[in-house]
């Protein structure tokens, strides 16, 4: 399944990247990019990893105040690092696996605050989207998209409060449903009891203020990028424009995509662009550019963090090294 997966990425973003190209003069693109203003680029590539430290600011809310673990930073800088190379957004596990061996609290625990994250941005993007339709034309694939997206955080979320509010209940019916195999029960009990140990942070007392509050800065911080990169191409468009481009980004890189979102992101940064009238050649000359700017700067501070850490990719993907810190 994961290489069909992998496949089918690989075949998206290439296709999706080919056509792009297809559809413009590449010398006016190159035109384009040379008479980039080279300071606000500057400042747009910066804001990439300010982003990801925002990012771990916020992440420490996830735990609790008197529980929070270490090497947050290092590790979400090196998760963002291995997504950018590793296939299947492989780079979410080797930031878990990055806390988990400085934490030892276990890796199920670490993953618990995880998914609390993914379900925050994803209601962040939707939420943001709900805003630009009654300001913009959005094209309808959107519009799906976000809606099949907030069905399926409207689920995460009824499951993620239910076991935080009653996770004696949830546990109880865990062990009836695994009650007649019990090498299973057992581990499944002790897998769930260390996710539940993620989700302290949701409930402690004085977490949920600072939450709501990073997470808007998780999400202006990169909108003042895209935005920054729009005045660097000459483009004046307002700050709705900037939001367009990181709303249609968010979702479209939760379709499979080969490493590094190619193609997925290119072509629904054009698409948002399209929207306030930019050229086909000026939109995939900023799409090349932004999506530049977020990608390499993050992965070289990640190789530096990686090598600080003496962990390798190897070693944080690898099935034993999860097995292994999943039984502490």
Known sequence: MSRLRLALGIAISVALFAYLLTTVDLAQVAERLRHTHLGLTAISVLLAPIGLCVRAARWRYLFTPADRPPGLLPAMMIGY????????????????????????????????????????????IVGALAILVFLIPVP??????????????????????????????????????????????????????????????????????????????????PALSAWTMLLAMDLHLPLTAAWTVLA????????????????????????????FGVTRETAVGYALLFHAAQIVPVTLIG??????????????????????????
């Open 140 to 221: 309808k694939i959107f519009q799906y998209t976000a809606a099949t997206l907030l069905a399926v955080d409207l689920v995460a979320v009824a499951i993620l409060v239910t076991l935080a509010v009653a996770p004696e209940a949830a546990a109880r019916l865990l062990a009836r449903l695994t009650v007649r195999w019990p090498h299973v029960e057992h581990r499944a009990t002790r897998i769930f009891s260390t996710f539940v140990q993620g989700l302290d942070g949701v409930r402690a007392r004085g977490n949920l203020v600072p939450l709501i509050g990073w997470t808007l800065l998780v999400w202006v911080v």
């Open 248 to 275: 249609f980004v968010g979702l479209s890189i939760s379709i499979p995509s080969a490493p590094g979102y190619v193609g997925v992101f290119h072509y629904a940064a054009v698409l948002a662009l399209e929207i």
């Open 303 to 328: 190789w530096l963090f990686l090598l600080r850490e003496h962990v390798t990719l190897r070693e944080a993907t690898s099935s034993r090294a999860t097995e292994r810190l999943s039984a502490r």
């Open 81 to 124: 690092m291995a997504n950018n190379i590793l296939p299947l957004r492989a780079g979410e596990l080797v930031r878990v696996y990055v806390v988990a061996r400085r934490w030892g609290r276990g890796f199920w625990a670490v993953l618990g605050t995880l998914v609390v994250e993914r379900v925050l941005d994803s209601l962040a």
